[in-house]
């Protein structure tokens, strides 16, 4: 058997997202290689920092800058038919395959959040995705929630959907990063995301800033690269007079990242939505206690390792916060269970069942 994959999200300068879960997939895909279970590896461009082929685990690249998956892509599968299934890890597939296909589906938020996404990359995820849930063999959703929406929001049958969660792991050697962080001499909250709207990145701050009123000494620490509309967070800090309170990080480096998660009071994540919630795990891995919204995949993710919250009620954040100051033990609870709760998510446990799937609609 012959496996075609979309390489493209997993080739690139800084992943994130997406890109780490195609990598981690291309990684167990190479180990898995075999004279009985071969992978063809689809690019743009040449491969950057991806697993090394091997006689059976080979990249190729199709040249076309524009609508790569819907045209240049499609006349490459048809004009050479030496593959037997193919395999994208986000959204989008060929838009005419002469062998069955999988797809993943992260999130339907371009539904949810439309503002959050400029109207060019809107289009496309609605119709491109909508095309993709149709022609596929079979569908991988990365959480019942996603499963959930993809059923509700496309019809899309559930039979032919599987969940298969998103793994974690981080394997790095802690070092004391060469950067000096404003305020780690103070106790801070941390949040780690894209700055865009349906992150809530807003209602965070509103609460925040009443939270700092009870106790003045703490912090907030903002990692993460900016998204769509983020000005009006830089905005919303500049009014509410917190510019000596909270710190903009952009864009870290992992162990630059360890290092804010072990020494942050706590995680906070209170997005309206999210597919997943990867930076749950990554919180709890370096046991950091969490405290996330409770909304979407979330509370299906967390589990009872973290606090929840109304993401549409600041005070109800506030709470859970104060909760955490004044109970050092239920703190110390938090953090035991995080370390327990990554132990049921691994990029094995998620490139093995994805393989399954792959297999499985071939053979149909």
């Known amino acids: 058997m012959i496996i075609g994959v979309d390489g493209n999200e997993a080739n690139v300068d800084r992943r994130v997202g997406v890109s780490v879960y ?24 040449p491969p950057k920092d991806l697993p090394e082929e091997t006689p ?24 050479q038919k030496n593959i ?39 289009f496309q995820l609605k119709n491109w995705t909508d095309y993709s849930l149709k022609k596929a063999k079979k569908i991988i959703a ?27 792991e981080k394997n790095i050697k802690y070092q004391i990063p060469n950067i000096k ?14 700055l865009q709207p349906r992150k809530n990145i807003s209602g965070l701050i ?41 710190y903009f990080a952009d864009f870290v480096t992992d162990n630059q990242l360890m290092f804010l998660y072990k020494n942050a009071f706590c995680f906070v994540m209170p997005s309206f939505y999210e597919g997943f919630g990867i930076p749950i795990l990554e919180a709890m891995s370096f046991e950091c206690p969490v405290i996330a919204s409770f909304s979407s995949s979330l509370p299906e993710i967390g589990a009872d390792a973290a606090l929840y919250f109304d993401p549409n009620n600041s005070y109800d954040l506030v709470e859970k ?32 069942q994805t393989l399954e799937v792959i297999k499985e609609a071939a053979s149909k």
């Not at 190479?30 to 071969?38: D, G, N, P, V």
């Not at 040249?63 to 892509?73: D, H, K, N, T």
Request: glycine share 4%.
């Open 206 to 246: 509103k609460a925040f800033d009443k939270f700092k009123k009870l106790h003045p000494e703490f912090k907030l620490k903002i990692a993460g690269k900016k998204g769509w509309l983020y000005d009006e967070i830089f905005d919303q800090v500049t009014e509410l007079g917190l510019e000596d309170d909270v």
């Open 321 to 352: 916060i104060k909760l955490l100051k004044d109970d050092p033990a239920m703190r110390l609870d938090l953090i035991v269970k995080g370390k327990k709760r990554i132990k049921e998510f691994s990029w094995e446990k998620c490139a093995q």
């Open 22 to 45: 195609a990598l981690n997939l291309l990684k167990y895909f190479k180990k898995k290689a075999s004279r009985e279970i071969q992978f063809r590896v689809y690019l743009r461009y």
């Open 142 to 168: 990365v959480s019942k929630t996603t499963k959930k929406d993809i059923v509700k929001s496309y019809g899309t049958d559930d039979g032919k959907i599987e969940v298969v969660y998103n793994g974690y």
């Open 181 to 194: 962080y404003e305020h780690t001499e103070h106790p801070y909250i941390l949040y780690v995301g894209t």
């Open 84 to 122: 037997d299934v193919f395999f994208s890890p986000a959204h989008y597939l060929p838009r005419f395959s002469p062998v069955p296909t999988v797809v993943t589906i992260h999130d339907l938020s371009y539904l949810y959040f439309p503002g959050d996404f400029l109207k060019k990359d809107l």
């Open 56 to 79: 059976y685990f080979k990249y190729e690249v199709v040249p076309g800058r524009f609508l790569w998956s819907q045209i240049f892509l499609p006349l490459r599968l048809f004009k």
